[in-house]
């Protein structure tokens, strides 16, 4: 079975820290792909990153890094110098093909609050 | 592109009322999906299709019923409201049925049951 664990629920931190979100999951797929979405106070959801499962290499988009690592089947995610902005309710999610279709299985999200 | 557009935004809803919760895209996609979020659980999946004329169910589909008779729309009907249907839903689409794709979000509706 396919499962997304998110195990921290909620994180403040003082802005300006640097902050770690946690992804592991579980899927006995060789091909899938993990995604990060943000889900700011205004409710919407937003698409941040996308990771194929043959593609280890860490990304850096701004303050933004993520870390992926098969063996230990984790997908954290790094925000440097955190902002006020970046309060919001961060969702891990795993997808696969499977039947002639896909699925995509989300974790529990961790909310993050930036204290100014 | 008005992108994946949801009506109501907000809904309050006696128990055993019916209601559908509208969805529709502009953009072509032949995945579309409904997902429920409730505090603490994410999102999960009611129904989902692949293409017009054909859906199937998610991990939560008990109480919802579905249809896609266009590629654009999408609507979720509530056949017999009850509380534990209080939720914010949410649709979404993707260009086809590839695990790659992103997805694309609407907005959400709010919905109370009382």
């Known amino acids: 079975a396919q499962k997304v664990t998110q195990a921290q629920t909620e994180i403040s931190v003082v802005e300006k820290e640097d902050v770690t979100l946690d992804c592991v999951y579980e899927t006995r797929d060789t091909t899938y792909y993990l995604f990060w979405y943000k889900q700011p106070p205004s409710g919407e959801l937003v698409f941040l990153i996308r990771?194929?499962?043959?593609?280890?290499q860490n990304e850096i988009s701004g303050r933004y890094s993520w870390n992926f690592q098969k063996s230990t089947s984790s997908f954290n995610f790094t925000i440097t110098a955190s902002q006020v902005v970046d309060s919001a309710v961060y969702f891990c999610?795993?997808?696969?093909?499977?039947?002639?279709?896909?699925?995509?299985?989300f974790g529990k999200g961790t909310k993050l609050s930036v204290i100014p | 592109n008005a992108g994946v557009t949801q009506t109501p935004k907000f809904q309050v809803l006696k128990t055993g009322q019916s209601m559908t919760l509208q969805c529709a895209q502009d953009m072509n996609h032949e995945y579309m999906s409904w997902y429920r979020q409730d505090p603490g659980m994410g999102l999960r999946l009611i129904h989902y299709s692949v293409g017009a004329g054909i859906t199937d169910q998610g991990e939560v589909p008990n109480g919802y019923n579905v249809s896609r008779s266009t590629t654009e729309d999408f609507p979720l009907r509530l056949l017999s409201a009850a509380p534990s249907q209080t939720s914010v839903y949410f649709c979404?689409?993707?260009?086809?049925?590839?695990?790659?794709?992103?997805?694309?979000f609407g907005p959400g509706t709010r919905l109370t049951v009382l």
């Open positions: 979404a689409s993707n260009p086809d049925r590839d695990a790659y794709n992103e997805q694309f």
């Open positions: 990771r194929n499962s043959f593609d280890e």
């Open positions: 999610a795993l997808s696969w093909s499977g039947a002639g279709s896909y699925q995509l299985t």
